[in-house]
């Protein structure tokens, strides 16, 4: 297929990657060209605008930091609005809110194109290796057509009904996402205090009730003293600060959110907006004056998921009518 992909950070590039070994044409847009170095000396092909870029493009891919920039992208002069043509597919995998993927979905509508908000969930590491979790709100016909790019830039991928309903499910995931992470440096930080070893610990959790992926992979980051998540605590604040938004707009009368917005702005206070978010556990080393290390743990991610290039692609919420359209 003719792709465009707008927005080449630390997933995005990843999964433009991903689309380009398997033979798509790749167009390719940043506001740094020499995020594209990689792409482009692999085949992609830069576009110098995003109207250029979606004019070539049966399916648009954006992949940005947040809700303005997508909004910026797509409705500026010189914006892939301006290039898509009829029965284009503009494919929104950044995490943003729903209502605002549903109001460029309709300007994206009046073009004579169809949107879908395809937000991605599992980690950069996995992104790499399409062993990443997908969800696909939109038209059923619409997710039908972009389900051989989907396969291969993720393992797991879920139609989960209408434009907006997987960004919902994002912000969800990943607000789960940042208690577990929370909560797990407290859990480590109480088994230190009581004299556990570390690495104990971690395989007891593993095996056990309270495992979580969180726990499998920002645990081991934790304990060897990476924190490397490749994921920065600016954007930790924006995901859950998302689903705060989002639960209280809904009248839902949350506990434990305000607890973590908050805990994560102080990590943002206290180490910057661009260190990595896994470090919001340094909070608890830095007040307790001990660490989390564990001897000899690996000083890289071991993923106890198997997956990768090839791997079983799982479609969740297959159905003969489309319900979401």
């Given at each position: 297929?003719?792709?465009?992909?707008?927005?080449?950070?630390?997933?995005?590039?990843?999964?433009?990657?991903?689309?380009?070994?398997?033979?798509?044409?790749?167009?390719?847009?940043?506001?740094?060209?020499?995020?594209?170095?990689?792409?482009?000396?692999?085949?992609?092909?830069?576009?110098?605008?995003?109207?250029?870029?979606?004019?070539?493009?049966?399916?648009?891919?954006?992949?940005?930091?947040?809700?303005?920039?997508?909004?910026?992208?797509?409705?500026?002069?010189?914006?892939?609005?301006?290039?898509?043509?009829?029965?284009?597919?503009?494919?929104?995998?950044?995490?943003?809110?729903?209502?605002?993927?549903?109001?460029?979905?309709?300007?994206?509508?009046?073009?004579g194109a169809t949107a879908l908000d395809v937000p991605v969930s599992g980690g950069c590491h996995r992104a790499s290796t399409g062993n990443i979790a997908i969800f696909a709100g939109g038209a059923r016909a619409d997710f039908e057509r972009v389900l051989p790019l989907l396969t291969v830039m993720g393992?797991?991928?879920?139609?989960?009904?209408?434009?907006?309903?997987?960004?919902?499910?994002?912000?969800?995931?990943?607000?789960?996402?940042?208690?577990?992470?929370?909560?797990?440096?407290?859990?480590?930080?109480?088994?230190?205090?009581?004299?556990?070893?570390?690495?104990?610990?971690?395989?007891?959790?593993?095996?056990?009730?309270?495992?979580?992926?969180?726990?499998?992979?920002?645990?081991?980051?934790?304990?060897?003293?990476?924190?490397?998540?490749?994921?920065?605590?600016?954007?930790?604040?924006?995901?859950?600060?998302?689903?705060?938004?989002?639960?209280?707009?809904l009248d839902v009368p949350l506990e434990l959110s305000p607890v973590v917005v908050a805990a994560v702005r102080d990590g943002l206070e206290r180490y910057g907006p661009r260190v990595w978010s896994s470090q919001v556990v340094k909070r608890l080393e830095d007040d307790c004056g001990e660490d989390l290390?564990?001897?000899?743990?690996?000083?890289?991610?071991?993923?106890?998921?198997?997956?990768?290039?090839?791997?079983?692609?799982?479609?969740?919420?297959?159905?003969?009518?489309?319900?979401?359209?």
């Open positions: 297929m003719q792709v465009g992909f707008v927005g080449l950070g630390n997933v995005g590039a990843k999964l433009a990657g991903s689309l380009l070994r398997h033979g798509h044409t790749l167009r390719v847009r940043d506001l740094e060209r020499a995020a594209a170095a990689e792409l482009l000396a692999a085949g992609a092909i830069w576009a110098d605008s995003g109207r250029e870029l979606a004019a070539a493009s049966e399916v648009v891919i954006t992949c940005l930091p947040s809700p303005v920039v997508s909004a910026q992208v797509l409705e500026e002069a010189d914006g892939i609005l301006q290039g898509l043509g009829e029965g284009a597919i503009w494919m929104e995998m950044s995490t943003t809110e729903a209502a605002d993927v549903c109001r460029l979905g309709e300007l994206v509508r009046a073009r393992r797991q991928i879920v139609h989960t009904g209408a434009l907006g309903s997987a960004s919902i499910l994002k912000v969800i995931t990943n607000y789960l996402a940042g208690v577990q992470l929370i909560s797990t440096g407290e859990a480590f930080m109480v088994a230190k205090k009581a004299g556990i070893d570390l690495a104990v610990a971690y395989d007891a959790i593993r095996v056990s009730s309270g495992n979580s992926f969180v726990h499998e992979t920002e645990g081991q980051l934790i304990l060897n003293g990476s924190y490397d998540i490749n994921f920065t605590m600016d954007h930790e604040l924006k995901d859950v600060s998302l689903f705060d938004q989002l639960g209280k707009s290390r564990a001897p000899g743990f690996p000083e890289y991610l071991v993923d106890h998921e198997p997956g990768g290039e090839g791997a079983e692609v799982v479609i969740a919420n297959r159905r003969d009518s489309d319900h979401s359209s």
